[in-house]
């Protein structure tokens, strides 16, 4: 019978130095991905700072457009003009307006049958623009 062939090796050392390898390999693989984190990180921060500009850029522009819609409606809401002059449609001051519907107030059906009359008015179809004449007229 054949006697087993028993191995010899130096375990302990080969063990040993694949050990310290992996233990290396893995020290640089977590160092590695630190310095990427670290790396992307401050590219998301400048990013960041340069997008903040932008945003505050767009903010001013929001805030002047506000102001100006806001001194346009202000300056509508307290002077008379013309809202559609072809139908004849006006605006007045609120002040105006109060005031108007406070004497109207005194005799409701002559205020209903007034307004409704200029509610149709108002919403009624534009007349339809004039044909052009042809060229054998």
Same mark, same amino acid.
């Given at each position: 019978?054949?006697?087993?062939?028993?191995?010899?090796?130096?375990?302990?050392?080969?063990?040993?130095?694949?050990?310290?390898?992996?233990?290396?390999?893995?020290?640089?693989?977590?160092?590695?991905?630190?310095?990427?984190?670290?790396?992307?990180?401050?590219?998301?921060?400048?990013?960041?700072?340069?997008?903040?500009?932008? $945003?505050? *850029?767009? %903010? !001013?522009?929001?805030?002047? #457009?506000?102001?100006? &819609?806001? @001194?346009?409606?202000?300056? =509508?809401?307290?002077?008379?003009?013309?809202?559609?002059?072809?139908?004849?449609?006006?605006?007045?001051?609120?002040?105006?307006?109060?005031?108007? $519907?406070? *004497?109207? %107030? !005194?005799?409701?059906?002559? #205020?209903?049958?007034? &307004?409704? @009359?200029?509610?149709?008015? =108002?919403?009624?179809?534009?007349?339809?623009?004039?044909?052009?004449?042809?060229?054998?007229?």
């Amino acid at each position: 019978m054949a006697t087993p062939i028993s191995t010899v090796s130096s375990s302990g050392s080969a063990s040993g130095n694949s050990g310290r390898v992996r233990t290396i390999v893995n020290i640089v693989a977590i160092v590695g991905t630190f310095l990427i984190m670290t790396v992307l990180l401050r590219v998301m921060v400048k990013s960041q700072r340069e997008s903040k500009s932008v $945003s505050e *850029q767009r %903010a !001013a522009a929001r805030r002047e #457009a506000s102001m100006a &819609l806001r @001194a346009e409606t202000t300056q =509508a809401l307290g002077s008379y003009g013309y809202v559609d002059k072809n139908r004849g449609v006006v605006r007045m001051p609120i002040e105006r307006a109060m005031q108007l $519907s406070l *004497q109207s %107030a !005194a005799n409701p059906a002559a #205020a209903r049958s007034n &307004l409704i @009359a200029r509610v149709e008015k =108002a919403t009624a179809p534009a007349p339809k623009a004039p044909e052009k004449p042809s060229d054998f007229e």
